[in-house]
């Protein structure tokens, strides 16, 4: 018999929070080239950021002794970047996600309403528009694999665009 | 968060998300929520799937999480393990219905739409009933009939067929776009005429293509297509490689191999084991449930167009 938790989570939903990716403050992201087995928070703009040196070679810091190079890389154009953190469970949603009592908001009444109690929510903290990629001791260059991950948004646009008629 | 209690491991896991710029706005006109992250059944494997839905644009957006090994994000003034990046991409939602028009079809008649998309595993799945443009592109897949104005529909394996080619035509198109490489061969221009080239590479970019379109389908449907693309079997010759004759001997048998080459393996094998903290343990679990890994996209299709 499948416990309630996995039961739950294969009916739950996750809403979105309302307004949160419009008001998502401006974030600094750095995607490093070693595990950090930890998520924590970290004094990055006390230690890693004033080390950052930007000269003819392009971007270097180091970390932990070791040396990296770094570039920027942009997000693909037509998306935004987000940081998303899930609030946690316990919290009824019922009355929550309803900002206000708009008469619009009576027509989707008519139908089963979108959230329950057991629902969570997810919010973006953070937005960005591009983050720097750091290779170690080397530039990362075209051949990274995270500049192949980039290009699947415009695949993906061609595989599940609707198909031209006959 | 500066200043904040340390909660270690316990912090909120921060999710590097990629989505689409327009869902800005979708938030904006109504203070309701309208994009919500529900579970539903990934039309190839039939397991749970993570998918986004904007129920006010009738969209909906499959979730797929690049990851690559030995890689973290310093966000702001934090720094998350893993360096998961995802991407929210639209989908073209008559892939999920197809999963039910399937199932329905093997009992090979009419039915109404409202009886084809049930799920009890997955019940957000009749979400998806309040997409009216969808009911407009079930014609790719189904024959239907309306009886006292309402509308019946039957899946057709031939309609379904013509779609899926139309599907790979426009992948096809977005491959040579986007340079990606579909073939591992390497091939001297000195042994080959440029024609020869070229349609050998049109080849693997349909052949690529297929691979694609097989993410949304289950393997028979994927097998019908590429029958119905007129794919050609890889060569026989390489999947069968002559065999040797066994060798006999008159000589004793002696051992040729050190045995104790394994114990060392086994404990260098342990050591890495021992290496994975609880934590990365942890990660790992919750990264890969419900998911699909896009290396998936990146290797496997590698995999099948590679050629010796």
């Known amino acids: ?166 | 968060m500066a200043g904040g209690r340390d909660r270690g491991d316990l912090a909120a896991r921060q999710l590097v998300f990629l989505l689409p710029e327009h869902l800005k706005d979708a938030s904006k006109k109504k203070k309701k929520s309208s994009l919500l992250f529900v579970k539903l059944a990934n039309p190839h494997s039939g397991e749970g799937a993570t998918y986004l839905i904007d129920m006010c644009l009738q969209q909906l957006f499959e979730i797929k999480v690049f990851k690559e090994k030995h890689h973290s994000w310093f966000i702001n003034q934090s720094v998350q393990s893993g360096g998961l990046l995802h991407f929210a991409t639209p989908m073209d939602p008559l892939f999920l219905l197809l999963h039910y028009l399937l199932k329905a079809g093997k009992e090979g008649k009419y039915q109404p739409l409202d009886q084809v998309v049930v799920d009890d595993t997955f019940p957000d799945c009749t979400l998806l009933l309040r997409f009216p443009e969808l009911e407009k592109s079930l014609r790719h897949v189904t024959e239907e009939k309306e009886v006292n104005s309402k509308k019946y529909y039957k899946y057709s394996s031939e309609k379904t067929l013509k779609w899926l080619e139309k599907k790979v035509n426009q992948t096809v198109v977005a491959l040579k776009a986007n340079n990606v490489n579909v073939g591992a061969r390497v091939q001297s221009s000195a042994y080959f005429s440029g024609g020869q080239v070229s349609r050998d590479k049109e080849e693997d970019y349909v052949r690529y293509a297929h691979g694609l379109i097989s993410d949304y389908i289950p393997k028979e449907l994927s097998d019908d297509l590429s029958k119905f693309l007129k794919l050609p079997e890889p060569p026989a010759s390489l999947t069968n490689p002559p065999s040797k004759k066994l060798k006999l001997s008159d000589e004793p048998v002696e051992a040729k191999e050190d045995y104790t080459k394994f114990n060392t393996k086994d404990l260098k094998t342990g050591k890495k084991n021992s290496k994975m903290t609880a934590a990365q343990k942890a990660l790992a679990k919750v990264d890969k449930s419900g998911m699909k890994s896009i290396d998936a996209f990146f290797g496997a299709k590698n995999k099948k167009t590679g050629k010796i």
Do not use: Y
């Open chain 1, 1 to 166: 018999m499948k416990n309630p938790e996995e039961a739950a989570d294969g009916k739950q939903r996750i809403h979105l929070r309302p307004g949160s990716l419009r008001g998502a403050a401006p974030a600094k992201l750095h995607l490093l080239p070693c595990d950090v087995l930890v998520s924590r928070p970290a004094p990055v703009d006390r230690f890693f950021t004033p080390a950052v040196r930007h000269d003819a070679d392009g971007l270097q810091a180091s970390f932990r002794g070791r040396g990296l190079r770094g570039e920027e890389v942009a997000v693909p154009p037509g998306f935004a970047g987000f940081v998303m953190v899930t609030e946690e469970k316990g919290e009824g949603l019922i009355g929550k996600l309803n900002f206000s009592g708009d008469a619009e908001d009576k027509a989707d009444e008519a139908q089963e309403p979108l959230e329950r109690d057991f629902d969570r929510l997810i919010g973006a903290t953070g937005s960005f528009s591009h983050f720097t990629l750091w290779g170690l001791e080397t530039v990362p260059g075209p051949d990274a694999k995270v500049h192949r991950a980039l290009g699947w948004p415009s695949l993906a646009a061609a595989i599940h665009a609707q198909v031209p008629e006959d």
